[in-house]
Nanobody
Framework: QVQLVESGGGLVQAGGSLRLSCAAS????????MGWFRQAPGKEREFVGT???????YYAESVKGRFLIYRDNTKNTVYLQMNSLKPEDTAVYYC???????????????WGQGTQVTVSS
């Protein structure tokens, strides 16, 4: 059984930073892509970033230059470092594991429970 557990969310002021973690179990972590998505109230889930098994990463335009994804295969964990946070970054953030580093949700077959990030102005 694959499990993904996110942590690190919280309340932060605009301009601040947070680091989210996603710990995976039940799969050979290093062989798969890990993605981050977010969903704000009343909006659809949207792509934030992803990192492949080859360590190549891709980002949504809205977070490029502010967010960084990296992975530690020895800990089966992927991280989302979020800097220069804006109120519009407020959302529930989800990590997911899939067979390719995609910007859409379909290749990801397991999802975490989500962690709330709130950015105050």
């Amino acid at each position: 059984q694959v499990q993904l557990v996110e942590s690190g969310g919280g309340l932060v002021q605009a301009g601040g930073s947070l680091r989210l973690s996603c710990a995976a179990s039940g799969r050979t972590f290093s062989s798969y892509a890990m993605g981050w998505f977010r969903q704000a109230p009343g909006k659809e889930r949207e792509f934030v970033g992803t990192i492949g098994s080859d360590y190549k990463s891709y980002y949504a335009e809205s977070v490029k230059g502010r967010f960084l994804i990296y992975r530690d295969n020895t800990k089966n964990t992927v991280y989302l470092q979020m800097n220069s946070l804006k109120p519009e970054d407020t959302a529930v953030y989800y990590c997911a594991v899939g067979w390719t580093a995609a910007v859409v949700t379909s290749p990801y077959d397991y999802w975490g429970q989500g962690t709330q990030v709130t950015v105050s102005s």
